[in-house]
């Protein structure tokens, strides 16, 4: 089996606009019970998930929701109590398969929020 070509990011083309670092707009106050480093980087993907989705952005609040409750468990606020080493194997696997979840709607929502941007051949939005 041929592998891919591991590239550093000065080898990788300029990124676009639309995927700028997403430590841009205004930042969300924290999610309540989440450590500092993981409040801001849930808010940076969901200021990014905002951006590209609009409205659509409904079809993964309920996972985006599940997320949160599993990184607040694993990450809790200063002064927060981790769960038992089992518990925290649990959330770990879910939050694996929620990442591979939203990685895979993420990419469907956006090519229709992309598709609702772009005008049909007659010039009318879709």
């Known amino acids: 089996m041929k592998e891919a070509p591991v590239m550093t990011r000065s080898e990788r083309a300029p990124i676009p606009p639309n995927q700028a670092p997403l430590t841009t707009g205004p930042v969300p106050p924290p999610a309540p019970g989440l450590s500092e480093p993981t409040a801001s980087l849930l808010s940076a993907l969901e200021r990014h ?3 590209e989705l ?7 609040e309920p996972a985006l929701a599940e997320l949160r409750e599993c990184l607040g468990a694993l990450y809790p ?15 770990r696997a879910r939050v694996a398969g929620l990442m591979d979840f939203l990685e895979d709607n993420l990419e469907a929502l956006q090519r229709a929020a992309r598709a609702r941007r772009l ?3 007659s010039g009318r939005g879709v």
Request: hydrophobic content about 25%.
């Open 119 to 121: 005008p049909d051949a």
């Open 49 to 51: 998930i905002d951006r």
């Open 54 to 60: 609009g409205p659509l952005r409904e079809g993964v």
């Open 77 to 91: 606020a200063a002064g927060g109590r981790h769960p038992p080493p089992a518990q925290q194997e649990e959330y």
